[in-house]
Nanobody, 124 residues
């Protein structure tokens, strides 16, 4: 069992930055690939970024590539999303997820655990 808690969301002006954190419980955090997804009102949950168990490989949605950076610290049972150059289209609830086995960690339907989400609002 893994419990995930996101933090770091908030209100920021366009062009600004935020750093999201995802704290995980349990002793097996390093066994899980991790991902960030987001959901805007009236839209489906969409992939943002993902990272493999050791952090050796990372993946990004085209819309955030070059602006967002995903990272993890297995010693701290934590994952992060550094978001720079934010724009209003990034406004959404951001969720972190953990997946034990998946053929594609960019797909939300393969994830085993989810956090409760943290709101990110970018004003123009």
């Amino acid at each position: 069992q893994v419990q995930l808690v996101e933090s770091g969301g908030g209100l920021v002006q366009a062009g600004g930055s935020l750093r999201l954190s995802c704290a995980a419980s349990g002793r097996t955090f390093s066994s899980y690939a991790m991902g960030w997804f987001r959901q805007a009102p009236g839209k489906e949950r969409e992939f943002v970024a993902a990272i493999t168990r050791t952090g050796a490989n990372t993946y990004y949605a085209d819309s955030v590539k070059g602006r967002f950076t995903i990272s993890r610290d297995n010693a701290k049972n934590a994952m992060y999303l550094q978001m720079n150059g934010l724009n209003p289209a990034d406004t959404a609830v951001y969720y972190c997820g953990a997946v034990l086995y998946s053929s594609d960690i960019r797909r939300a339907n393969g994830y085993d655990y989810w956090g409760q989400g943290t709101q990110v609002t970018v004003s123009s």
